[in-house]
């Protein structure tokens, strides 16, 4: 069932088969606490391919792929051509004869799609501009972690609604009956088509969708979720995004506008939350501030689960590798 498939994107799998691979990482994540050896890729050969810089990403694929007994190989921006000097298909072929597995994080969806066309092996979506499915898995297991299920919970994000995050925990929620709530400006808000696809899932999950620029829309949430209000390779956009979203910074006040005590903040990190980086050093010099789409209040809440959720990074893209290349008796779900 899942043997030889790729995970591209959210909707290549079905609502029963990504509660299966969260299931599967909340198990395989207790092994590893437990000790207990997991190895069901043994002698198995993984690419890394990266056109984007990654800490939680890369680290996750090759902890997993060691923890599974296989051996990640590292491929940056100056090591495949990615259509430079060579086409995408065929570094694909060129890299499918020689790996069992490739992982891809970068820009282009259609890079992704390209890789798993022609490689003829299970390739791995680590993040494109579009998607980022193994942090839906990460996400959707820590929610079940703490809450014993995600069905008919309220996520409410809150920021830039038209980037990779936005648009997965859109269409994933709807695939899997979670209640959510796009707060953004309307000139961020998700495009039309990622709208209706997330539409059409939650026609058959009971999921509730709504998209509004208004911040009274977090009462009655379960889950507050942000994300950087620039993404990589737009950060000439600096000015434009602080004056769209100054507005939607997740703070103690918007917070207690929940009314939900048990309410949790999550972030796929990294997060702008203190003056601890050289980015954030630059912007205050620029602007005066200290904190942008999260204050370090609420970031280091006892409400904030951000670590627990980088953590399930590599459990859940563990079950992924596994489930996929394994050769493993999973029952038709």
């Not at 994080?105 to 993040?127: C, H, I, M, Y």
């Not at 998607?131 to 990460?138: S, V």
């Not at 709807?174 to 309307?186: K, Y």
Request: hydrophobic share 40%; net charge negative; proline share 3%.
């Amino acid at each position: 069932m899942f043997q030889g498939r790729s995970l591209l994107k959210e909707v290549d799998f079905t609502k029963e088969e990504l509660a299966y691979l969260i299931d599967f990482a909340i198990h395989l994540k207790k092994l590893k606490q437990a000790n207990i050896p997991h190895q069901y890729l043994a002698g198995k050969n993984i690419a890394l391919l990266f056109e984007k810089t990654s800490t939680r990403t890369r680290s996750a694929f090759t902890v997993a792929a060691n923890d599974l007994g296989a051996h990640p190989e590292f491929l940056g921006p100056n090591d495949v051509q990615f259509g430079k000097k060579e086409s995408t298909a065929d570094t694909a072929k060129v890299l499918g004869a020689m790996f069992d597995g490739i992982q891809f994080r970068g820009f282009k969806q259609k890079d992704v799609e390209t890789l798993a066309a022609a490689s003829g092996v299970p390739v791995w979506n680590g993040l494109t501009d579009t998607w980022h499915p193994t942090q839906m898995l990460a996400d959707f297991m820590t929610i079940k972690e703490i809450f014993g299920d995600y069905t008919g919970k309220h996520l409410v994000y809150i920021g830039d609604g038209r980037n990779n995050m936005a648009n997965s925990l859109l269409v994933t929620s709807a695939i899997l009956g979670v209640h959510i709530t796009i707060i953004a400006p309307e000139s961020l808000q998700p495009e039309q088509n990622i709208q209706d696809l997330a539409a059409e899932k939650a026609a058959i999950s009971g999921s509730q969708l709504t998209i509004t620029a208004d911040l009274a829309a977090v009462k009655g949430a379960d889950v507050i979720y942000t994300d950087v209000w620039v993404s990589m390779g737009e950060e000439d956009q600096y000015d434009q995004r602080l004056a769209q979203l100054l507005p939607y910074q997740v703070n103690a006040a918007l917070f207690n506008q929940t009314g939900n005590k048990d309410c949790i903040f999550m972030h796929c990190l990294p997060a702008f939350h203190d003056l601890e980086t050289k980015t954030m050093v630059d912007i205050h010099q620029k602007t005066g501030l200290t904190e942008l789409e999260v204050t370090d209040e609420v970031f280091h809440s006892e409400q904030s689960v951000v670590f627990q959720e980088a953590e399930n990074r590599l459990h859940s893209i563990k079950a992924v590798m596994a489930a996929t290349l394994g050769n493993l008796f999973i029952p038709k779900v």
